[in-house]
């Protein structure tokens, strides 16, 4: 059973930085694939970034060169850093864990930027 906890989410202004943390309950933490999405009000969840378990990193078009997800497998931890907020980054943010076909998600943390 995989439980994920996700932390860090504030009210913060245009041009603020964040990290988000996403706590990882359950075993193997290492082999899975470790996301994070976003959803704004009204929209539909979208994919922000992820990292596999060789560390392999993918992010969307509207964060690359801002936001960095990164992982302490010590720690069963996945982060999230975001720089330079814009208010169109104003969303709940979630993690999302996902191997050999099994897919989790935490129950977000929400993040809000003001102009």
């Known amino acids: 059973q995989v439980r994920l906890v996700e932390s860090g989410g504030s009210l913060v202004q245009s041009g603020g930085s964040l990290r988000l943390s996403c706590a990882f309950s359950?075993?193997?933490?290492?082999?899975?694939?470790m996301g994070w999405y976003r959803q704004a009000p009204g929209k539909q969840r979208d994919f922000v970034a992820h990292?596999?378990?060789?560390?392999?990193?993918q992010y969307a078009d509207s964060v690359k060169g801002r936001f960095s997800i990164s992982r302490d497998n010590a720690k069963n931890t996945v982060y999230l850093q975001m720089n330079n907020l814009k208010p169109e980054d104003t969303a709940v943010y979630y993690c999302?864990?996902?191997?050999?076909?099994?897919?989790?998600w935490g129950q977000g943390t929400q993040v809000v930027v003001s102009s």
């Open positions: 999302n864990a996902v191997w050999s076909g099994r897919q989790n």
């Open positions: 990292m596999t378990p060789s560390d392999s990193t």
């Open positions: 359950g075993s193997f933490f290492s082999l899975y694939t």
